[in-house]
């Protein structure tokens, strides 16, 4: 089992920036990736970024160039850094741990971008 907990979610103007944090723990040993989704009312929760144990980073195209994904293993978190945000970015935000056998997910924070 791994155990998630984010926090820095709020509410920022259009352009502004926020971090998001995730702070895991249980079996750390387990995770092979690390990542952030994010679900808009009334849509699918959609893939934001992910990073490997190897390093190799994934990002939505929606947010390419703007945030940053990195992680710091001996802290055991995983960060999202959000610049130049856009009202379409508004939605929960959720961190997930990803292992050969299952998903683990945090409980997710909300970010809202007024325009």
């Known amino acids: 089992q791994v155990q998630l907990v984010e926090s820095g979610g709020g509410l920022v103007q259009a352009g502004g920036s926020l971090r998001l944090s995730c702070a895991a723990s249980g079996r750390i040993s387990s995770i092979n990736a690390m990542g952030w989704y994010r679900q808009a009312p009334g849509k699918q929760r959609d893939l934001v970024a992910d990073?490997?144990?190897?390093?190799?980073?994934n990002y939505a195209d929606s947010v390419k160039g703007r945030f940053t994904i990195s992680r710091d293993n001996a802290k055991n978190t995983v960060a999202l850094q959000m610049n130049r945000l856009k009202p379409e970015d508004t939605a929960v935000y959720y961190c997930?741990?990803?292992?050969?056998?299952?998903?683990?997910w945090g409980q997710g924070t909300q970010v809202t971008v007024s325009s």
């Open positions: 997930v741990a990803k292992t050969v056998l299952a998903d683990y």
């Open positions: 990073l490997t144990n190897g390093g190799s980073t």
